[in-house]
């Protein structure tokens, strides 16, 4: 059926664009430890106390854009895993009319 086709489709379409997403979410994540690990020995070389080190780190501009740039990443990766969710409750949703059509035709199955 053309529907059925559209929707497996969509669904690979979905796939492809779930593992862009994945790459995107480790490599952001990559970039957010590196920067956060840089800033950490930073401080640590200006002899800053290593209870404050943490809060530092995380506070610095570039580190925290790291992280809000992977946060984004990790949200944009979740929406594409719901919208692959959404399309095989549709395939679903289809395959049992199909289903219900068949078994109430005259040909049975």
Do not use: C
């Amino acid at each position: 059926q053309l529907t059925m086709k559209r929707l497996i489709a969509r669904m690979n379409s979905l796939l492809d664009e779930l593992e862009k997403r994945g790459i995107q979410v480790a490599q952001a994540e990559y970039e957010y430890r590196v920067e956060e690990a840089k800033k950490t020995l930073i401080l640590r070389d200006e002899k800053f106390q290593a209870t404050l080190i943490p809060t530092l780190t995380k506070g610095d501009d570039i580190v925290a854009k790291m992280r809000l740039e992977r946060d984004i990443a990790k949200v944009r990766y979740e929406s594409a895993q719901e919208r692959i969710n959404a399309v095989k409750k549709e395939i679903s949703v289809l395959a049992e009319e199909i289903n219900r059509e068949w078994s109430n035709s005259k040909y049975g199955v």
